[in-house]
């Protein structure tokens, strides 16, 4: 029996090496040594200081900063272990929030966004992806139409030209990839950046 035995062991182990070490530190050097900042998270650093990634979204407050898309990320409560509370974009918790279109917990959050963002633009009509949540729940990009929805807020709330504010929105459009693939997109965390370089001079 241990004859038999021991060709499958020594294979196991073999695979098992190969796979489970070997293979993931190969194309860990590889993915470091080809594209360095993306193996290391797409980091952003602002004065030497880490400030977020370009993968995952954060939360922006206040009216001088554009506002991603909600997260529907959950955690456990500190308070009780057995219940959940809201989390924005912790990336160990990402996921959508499963709830459906006929969910009134749902459909009240999203009456509840539609309102305050009317609240802020009266004369449009909000973009979908500023009161829906991504399947992810990290999502750190809007739709243009979300970040110039949101223009007449953040300028008044720096003081800046409506118009110097779009322009800015507009320099940080990203296009389709390759002119084909997927759909012109703002990463907030970048478009914040430069916003705050622009308001600084």
């Known amino acids: 029996m241990l004859k038999e035995l021991r060709p499958a062991l020594v294979l196991a182990m073999a695979l098992i090496f190969l796979t489970g070490l070997v293979y993931p530190l190969a194309m860990t050097g590889l993915a470091t040594a080809a594209f360095p900042h993306q193996a290391q998270g797409s980091l952003v650093e602002r004065d030497g200081k880490i400030v977020g990634s370009l993968l995952i979204g954060q939360e922006f407050v206040g009216d001088g900063y554009f506002h991603g898309r909600p997260s529907a990320t959950m955690t456990a409560d500190p308070a009780d272990p057995t219940k959940s509370v809201s989390a924005p974009y ?3 918790a990402s996921a959508g929030s499963n709830l459906g279109p006929t969910n009134q917990a749902l459909i009240d959050r999203v009456k509840e966004d539609v309102e305050k963002l009317k609240g802020e633009n009266p004369a449009a009509v909000p973009p979908i992806d500023l009161v829906t949540t991504s399947g992810s729940g990290l999502d750190p990009h809007i739709t243009p139409e ?5 223009a007449a807020r953040v300028a008044k709330a720096r003081n800046l030209p409506e118009t110097r504010v779009r322009q800015i929105v507009a320099e940080n ?3 389709r990839l390759l002119g084909l693939l ?3 997109r703002v990463n907030v965390l970048v478009l914040n950046l430069a916003l705050d370089r622009a308001s600084a001079k």
Not at 146 to 150: E, H, I, K, N, P
């Open 90 to 92: 912790n990336a160990a």
């Open 146 to 150: 979300a970040a110039f929805f949101q």
């Open 173 to 175: 459009t990203e296009g």
């Open 182 to 184: 997927g759909e012109p």
